[in-house]
Protein backbone atom coordinates (compact mmCIF):
# COMPACT_ATOMS: atom_id res chain seq x y z
CA UNK A 1 0.00 0.00 0.00
CA UNK A 2 2.31 2.41 -1.31
CA UNK A 3 -0.27 5.13 -1.93
CA UNK A 4 -2.23 5.64 1.37
CA UNK A 5 -4.01 8.48 0.00
CA UNK A 6 -7.63 8.25 0.06
CA UNK A 7 -7.44 4.65 2.17
CA UNK A 8 -9.66 3.97 5.34
CA UNK A 9 -8.43 3.36 8.34
CA UNK A 10 -10.22 2.62 12.10
CA UNK A 11 -7.91 2.55 14.97
CA UNK A 12 -9.11 1.33 18.37
CA UNK A 13 -8.11 3.15 21.43
CA UNK A 14 -7.91 6.09 19.08
CA UNK A 15 -9.39 8.47 21.82
CA UNK A 16 -5.88 9.45 23.18
CA UNK A 17 -2.53 8.35 23.19
CA UNK A 18 -0.55 6.27 20.68
CA UNK A 19 -4.26 5.61 19.00
CA UNK A 20 -4.74 9.38 18.26
CA UNK A 21 -1.60 9.96 17.20
CA UNK A 22 -1.90 7.28 14.74
CA UNK A 23 -5.08 8.62 13.33
CA UNK A 24 -3.34 12.57 12.86
CA UNK A 25 -0.73 10.31 11.46
CA UNK A 26 -2.67 8.51 8.94
CA UNK A 27 -4.94 11.87 8.36
CA UNK A 28 -1.49 13.84 7.64
CA UNK A 29 -1.16 10.87 4.40
CA UNK A 30 -4.97 11.97 2.96
CA UNK A 31 -6.24 8.65 4.61
CA UNK A 32 -9.83 9.04 6.20
CA UNK A 33 -10.05 7.99 9.58
CA UNK A 34 -12.15 6.27 11.99
CA UNK A 35 -11.07 6.88 15.52
CA UNK A 36 -12.66 3.73 17.92
CA UNK A 37 -12.64 3.50 21.56
CA UNK A 38 -15.25 2.76 24.54
CA UNK A 39 -14.73 6.54 26.54
CA UNK A 40 -17.04 8.34 24.68
CA UNK A 41 -16.27 12.01 25.98
CA UNK A 42 -12.95 11.52 25.47
CA UNK A 43 -13.46 10.25 21.81
CA UNK A 44 -15.47 13.42 21.52
CA UNK A 45 -12.80 15.39 22.37
CA UNK A 46 -10.47 13.89 20.13
CA UNK A 47 -12.79 14.06 16.77
CA UNK A 48 -13.13 17.55 17.84
CA UNK A 49 -9.71 18.90 18.42
CA UNK A 50 -8.98 17.05 14.99
CA UNK A 51 -11.85 18.96 13.20
CA UNK A 52 -11.24 17.47 10.17
CA UNK A 53 -14.11 16.01 7.82
CA UNK A 54 -11.93 12.68 7.07
CA UNK A 55 -11.90 11.83 10.68
CA UNK A 56 -15.29 10.29 12.73
CA UNK A 57 -15.57 8.52 16.26
CA UNK A 58 -17.37 5.55 17.06
CA UNK A 59 -17.75 4.13 20.56
CA UNK A 60 -16.61 0.73 20.53
CA UNK A 61 -16.12 -1.82 22.97
CA UNK A 62 -13.12 -4.40 21.65
CA UNK A 63 -14.24 -6.82 23.92
CA UNK A 64 -17.51 -7.14 22.05
CA UNK A 65 -16.64 -8.74 18.41
CA UNK A 66 -20.30 -7.33 17.77
CA UNK A 67 -19.00 -4.11 18.44
CA UNK A 68 -15.66 -3.83 16.31
CA UNK A 69 -18.25 -5.32 13.51
CA UNK A 70 -20.19 -1.90 14.02
CA UNK A 71 -17.18 0.15 13.52
CA UNK A 72 -16.10 -1.92 10.98
CA UNK A 73 -19.59 -1.39 8.97
CA UNK A 74 -19.29 2.42 10.13
CA UNK A 75 -16.30 2.92 8.12
CA UNK A 76 -17.31 1.47 4.94
CA UNK A 77 -21.20 3.13 5.31
CA UNK A 78 -19.07 6.81 5.94
CA UNK A 79 -16.02 6.36 3.77
CA UNK A 80 -17.08 3.60 1.39
CA UNK A 81 -14.28 1.11 2.04
CA UNK A 82 -11.89 -0.01 4.79
CA UNK A 83 -8.39 -0.85 4.20
CA UNK A 84 -6.17 -0.86 7.54
CA UNK A 85 -7.05 -1.81 10.63
CA UNK A 86 -4.87 -0.65 13.76
CA UNK A 87 -6.01 -3.10 16.75
CA UNK A 88 -4.58 -0.58 19.32
CA UNK A 89 -6.83 -0.42 22.45
CA UNK A 90 -4.81 -1.89 25.86
CA UNK A 91 -4.70 -1.64 29.54
CA UNK A 92 -2.88 -2.09 32.37
CA UNK A 93 -4.64 -3.75 35.33
CA UNK A 94 -3.26 -2.17 38.30
CA UNK A 95 -3.21 -5.85 39.51
CA UNK A 96 -1.40 -6.04 43.68
CA UNK A 97 0.69 -8.13 44.78
CA UNK A 98 2.51 -10.82 43.20
CA UNK A 99 1.78 -12.97 39.85
CA UNK A 100 0.22 -15.65 42.46
CA UNK A 101 -1.68 -13.06 44.24
CA UNK A 102 -3.62 -11.02 41.50
CA UNK A 103 -7.19 -11.32 41.16
CA UNK A 104 -8.59 -13.52 38.53
CA UNK A 105 -10.62 -10.28 36.96
CA UNK A 106 -7.28 -8.53 37.14
CA UNK A 107 -6.48 -11.86 34.53
CA UNK A 108 -9.84 -11.50 32.69
CA UNK A 109 -9.98 -7.85 32.16
CA UNK A 110 -6.27 -7.42 30.38
CA UNK A 111 -7.06 -10.50 28.45
CA UNK A 112 -10.12 -9.76 26.94
CA UNK A 113 -8.87 -5.96 26.11
CA UNK A 114 -5.01 -6.84 25.14
CA UNK A 115 -5.58 -10.35 23.66
CA UNK A 116 -9.06 -11.22 22.87
CA UNK A 117 -9.51 -7.42 21.92
CA UNK A 118 -7.26 -7.93 18.96
CA UNK A 119 -8.90 -11.22 18.19
CA UNK A 120 -11.75 -10.02 17.67
CA UNK A 121 -10.10 -6.96 15.49
CA UNK A 122 -8.55 -9.44 13.20
CA UNK A 123 -11.97 -11.48 13.22
CA UNK A 124 -14.33 -8.52 12.07
CA UNK A 125 -11.74 -6.77 9.80
CA UNK A 126 -9.16 -9.67 8.09
CA UNK A 127 -12.21 -11.21 6.18
CA UNK A 128 -12.88 -7.84 4.20
CA UNK A 129 -8.95 -7.03 3.52
CA UNK A 130 -9.08 -10.74 2.35
CA UNK A 131 -12.04 -10.69 0.23
CA UNK A 132 -10.80 -7.26 -1.32
CA UNK A 133 -7.15 -8.29 -1.32
CA UNK A 134 -6.05 -5.40 0.11
CA UNK A 135 -5.10 -3.65 2.95
CA UNK A 136 -2.93 -3.97 6.62
CA UNK A 137 -3.20 -4.53 9.81
CA UNK A 138 -1.20 -3.26 12.22
CA UNK A 139 -1.32 -5.11 16.50
CA UNK A 140 -0.08 -2.46 19.19
CA UNK A 141 2.60 -4.96 21.29
CA UNK A 142 5.00 -3.54 23.59
CA UNK A 143 8.48 -4.09 24.72
CA UNK A 144 7.35 -5.44 27.89
CA UNK A 145 6.68 -8.92 26.82
CA UNK A 146 6.51 -8.81 23.03
CA UNK A 147 10.24 -8.76 23.36
CA UNK A 148 11.43 -9.61 27.20
CA UNK A 149 9.52 -8.97 30.24
CA UNK A 150 9.51 -6.95 32.98
CA UNK A 151 9.32 -9.86 35.46
CA UNK A 152 7.48 -7.53 38.44
CA UNK A 153 4.91 -6.19 36.04
CA UNK A 154 2.86 -10.01 35.00
CA UNK A 155 -0.20 -9.68 33.29
CA UNK A 156 0.39 -6.97 30.56
CA UNK A 157 3.45 -8.98 29.23
CA UNK A 158 2.01 -12.03 28.79
CA UNK A 159 -1.01 -10.19 26.83
CA UNK A 160 1.68 -8.62 24.97
CA UNK A 161 4.02 -11.71 24.22
CA UNK A 162 0.20 -12.91 23.04
CA UNK A 163 -0.23 -10.37 20.60
CA UNK A 164 3.05 -10.65 19.14
CA UNK A 165 2.98 -14.19 18.64
CA UNK A 166 -1.03 -14.35 16.77
CA UNK A 167 0.47 -11.42 14.71
CA UNK A 168 3.44 -13.56 13.50
CA UNK A 169 0.77 -16.57 12.82
CA UNK A 170 -1.51 -14.18 10.71
CA UNK A 171 1.38 -12.73 8.61
CA UNK A 172 2.46 -16.01 7.96
CA UNK A 173 -1.09 -17.67 7.12
CA UNK A 174 -1.97 -14.60 4.87
CA UNK A 175 1.57 -15.68 3.14
CA UNK A 176 0.33 -19.02 2.86
CA UNK A 177 -2.76 -18.26 0.68
CA UNK A 178 -0.74 -15.44 -1.09
CA UNK A 179 -2.67 -12.33 0.14
CA UNK A 180 -1.76 -9.07 -0.69
CA UNK A 181 -2.75 -8.26 2.45
CA UNK A 182 -0.35 -7.22 5.20
CA UNK A 183 0.47 -7.64 8.80
CA UNK A 184 2.79 -5.47 11.32
CA UNK A 185 3.33 -5.51 14.79
CA UNK A 186 3.75 -2.37 16.29
CA UNK A 187 6.42 -1.96 19.43
CA UNK A 188 5.38 1.77 20.45
CA UNK A 189 8.77 3.48 20.59
CA UNK A 190 10.49 7.25 19.32
CA UNK A 191 13.58 8.17 17.90
CA UNK A 192 13.64 11.18 20.08
CA UNK A 193 14.57 9.60 23.64
CA UNK A 194 12.10 9.70 26.64
CA UNK A 195 9.41 8.39 27.93
CA UNK A 196 5.68 7.51 25.78
CA UNK A 197 3.00 9.61 28.35
CA UNK A 198 0.39 7.50 27.55
CA UNK A 199 -2.95 6.05 29.24
CA UNK A 200 -1.59 3.25 30.66
CA UNK A 201 0.93 4.34 33.02
CA UNK A 202 -2.09 4.92 34.92
CA UNK A 203 -2.94 1.11 35.38
CA UNK A 204 -6.83 0.53 36.28
CA UNK A 205 -8.36 3.36 34.64
CA UNK A 206 -11.85 2.90 33.62
CA UNK A 207 -12.08 -0.29 34.71
CA UNK A 208 -15.54 -1.63 34.12
CA UNK A 209 -17.85 -3.02 36.87
CA UNK A 210 -18.18 -6.40 35.48
CA UNK A 211 -14.17 -6.84 36.25
CA UNK A 212 -14.29 -5.57 39.69
CA UNK A 213 -11.85 -7.09 42.68
CA UNK A 214 -14.34 -6.81 45.54
CA UNK A 215 -12.33 -4.66 47.12
CA UNK A 216 -13.97 -1.20 46.82
CA UNK A 217 -12.64 0.04 44.04
CA UNK A 218 -9.24 0.78 42.29
CA UNK A 219 -6.80 3.60 43.03
CA UNK A 220 -5.48 5.12 40.04
CA UNK A 221 -1.85 5.43 40.45
CA UNK A 222 -0.42 8.00 38.10
CA UNK A 223 2.49 5.65 37.84
CA UNK A 224 4.38 8.29 35.45
CA UNK A 225 4.85 10.89 37.75
CA UNK A 226 6.19 8.47 39.90
CA UNK A 227 8.61 7.42 37.37
CA UNK A 228 9.92 10.76 36.72
CA UNK A 229 10.16 11.72 40.56
CA UNK A 230 11.77 8.06 40.94
CA UNK A 231 14.51 9.45 37.97
CA UNK A 232 15.11 12.83 38.99
CA UNK A 233 16.26 11.45 42.60
CA UNK A 234 18.44 9.49 41.27
CA UNK A 235 19.73 12.71 38.96
CA UNK A 236 18.46 11.82 35.67
CA UNK A 237 15.86 13.99 33.94
CA UNK A 238 13.43 12.23 31.67
CA UNK A 239 12.39 13.99 28.77
CA UNK A 240 8.95 13.08 27.28
CA UNK A 241 9.06 12.10 23.88
CA UNK A 242 6.70 12.93 21.15
CA UNK A 243 3.60 10.53 20.25
CA UNK A 244 3.70 11.37 16.88
CA UNK A 245 7.16 9.66 16.03
CA UNK A 246 4.81 6.44 16.84
CA UNK A 247 2.23 7.21 14.46
CA UNK A 248 4.80 7.82 12.10
CA UNK A 249 6.48 4.95 12.34
CA UNK A 250 2.54 2.95 12.26
CA UNK A 251 2.67 4.84 8.83
CA UNK A 252 5.74 3.60 7.63
CA UNK A 253 4.44 -0.03 8.55
CA UNK A 254 1.73 -0.24 6.22
CA UNK A 255 2.85 2.07 3.97
CA UNK A 256 6.13 0.28 3.51
CA UNK A 257 4.91 -3.66 4.74
CA UNK A 258 7.17 -3.57 7.76
CA UNK A 259 6.57 -6.46 9.71
CA UNK A 260 8.48 -5.81 13.13
CA UNK A 261 7.60 -1.47 13.67
CA UNK A 262 9.84 -0.43 15.79
CA UNK A 263 12.96 1.81 16.29
CA UNK A 264 16.20 -0.07 17.17
CA UNK A 265 17.24 0.53 21.00
CA UNK A 266 21.08 -0.95 21.91
CA UNK A 267 19.45 -2.30 25.64
CA UNK A 268 16.58 -4.06 24.14
CA UNK A 269 18.94 -5.72 21.24
CA UNK A 270 20.97 -6.84 24.09
CA UNK A 271 18.06 -8.26 26.33
CA UNK A 272 17.12 -9.67 23.32
CA UNK A 273 20.36 -11.48 22.50
CA UNK A 274 20.22 -12.54 26.22
CA UNK A 275 16.61 -14.10 25.95
CA UNK A 276 18.09 -15.79 22.85
CA UNK A 277 21.02 -17.28 24.98
CA UNK A 278 19.61 -18.05 27.54
CA UNK A 279 16.92 -20.35 25.76
CA UNK A 280 19.86 -21.66 23.62
CA UNK A 281 22.05 -22.32 26.18
CA UNK A 282 19.15 -23.39 29.14
CA UNK A 283 20.31 -21.34 31.84
CA UNK A 284 17.76 -19.06 34.10
CA UNK A 285 16.38 -16.13 32.81
CA UNK A 286 18.60 -13.94 34.74
CA UNK A 287 18.25 -11.28 32.19
CA UNK A 288 15.11 -10.42 34.40
CA UNK A 289 16.74 -9.64 37.15
CA UNK A 290 17.90 -6.25 35.93
CA UNK A 291 17.23 -3.39 38.62
CA UNK A 292 15.51 0.16 36.40
CA UNK A 293 13.62 2.19 37.29
CA UNK A 294 10.76 0.87 36.21
CA UNK A 295 11.19 -1.32 38.55
CA UNK A 296 8.31 -1.92 41.59
CA UNK A 297 8.01 -4.26 44.09
CA UNK A 298 4.78 -6.44 44.72
CA UNK A 299 4.86 -4.78 48.27
CA UNK A 300 4.61 -1.12 46.40
CA UNK A 301 2.30 -2.39 44.19
CA UNK A 302 0.08 -3.52 47.40
CA UNK A 303 -0.35 0.08 47.94
CA UNK A 304 -1.83 1.30 44.80
Not at 80 to 104: D, P, T
Request: with cysteine.
Amino acid sequence: MKDLSGRVAVVTGGAGGIGKAIGEAFLAEGMKVVLADVLEAELDAAVSEISSEDVIGWVTDVTSFESLCSVRDAAIEKFGAVHVICNNAGVGAGAKGHLWEHHLNDWKWSLDVNVLGVINGMNAFVPTLVAQNEGHVVNTSSGNGGYTPLANSGIYPVTKAAVTTLTECLWGQLREIGSEVGASILFPSTRSPGVMATGIWKAGANRPDRYSRGDGGTVVRDALSDYLARAKAAGEEVPIAPLSEVGELCVEAVRDDVFWATVPMDRQTDKLRARTESQIRRTPPEYLLEETLMTQSADEREQD
